[in-house]
Nanobody, 120 residues
Framework: QAQLVESGGGLVQPGGSLRLSCAAS????????MGWYRQAPGKQRELVARITSGGSTNYADSVKDRFTISRDSAKNTVYLQMNSLKPEDTAVYYCNAAISTFAVLRGEYWGQGTQVTVSS
């Protein structure tokens, strides 16, 4: 079917930047919305940013003007540029995508998650 693999997480100081990547692979017919979610300890998973196949974007208020989501259709990849990082951005970040394959008309897929830690 389809798989999502994230990369780019790590440890960064407050005010620093990271760029997350998520590549989709498999028997992909179409990719619809793609997005990034995050989950901090003791918190529910929350939407960080989403981008449609047409390029329309949506951001959580907490990251608006600091994070930028983009996608490369040729590579089936979505990115999250994270600037001016704050300690409260610390979380496991998950890639999400709605994908059509031969086996599933439209399914929701999640990556394994990548840890982002913002600390001095």
């Amino acid at each position: 079917q389809a798989q999502l693999v994230e990369s780019g997480g790590g440890l960064v100081q407050p005010g620093g930047s990271l760029r997350l990547s998520c590549a989709a692979s498999g028997s992909i017919l179409s990719i619809y919305d793609m997005g990034w979610y995050r989950q901090a300890p003791g918190k529910q998973r929350e939407l960080v940013a989403r981008i449609t196949s047409g390029g329309s974007t949506n951001y959580a208020d907490s990251v608006k003007d600091r994070f930028t989501i983009s996608r490369d259709s040729a590579k089936n990849t979505v990115y999250l540029q994270m600037n001016s990082l704050k300690p409260e951005d610390t979380a496991v970040y998950y890639c999400n995508a709605a994908i059509s394959t031969f086996a599933v008309l439209r399914g929701e897929y999640w990556g394994q998650g990548t840890q982002v830690t913002v600390s001095s």
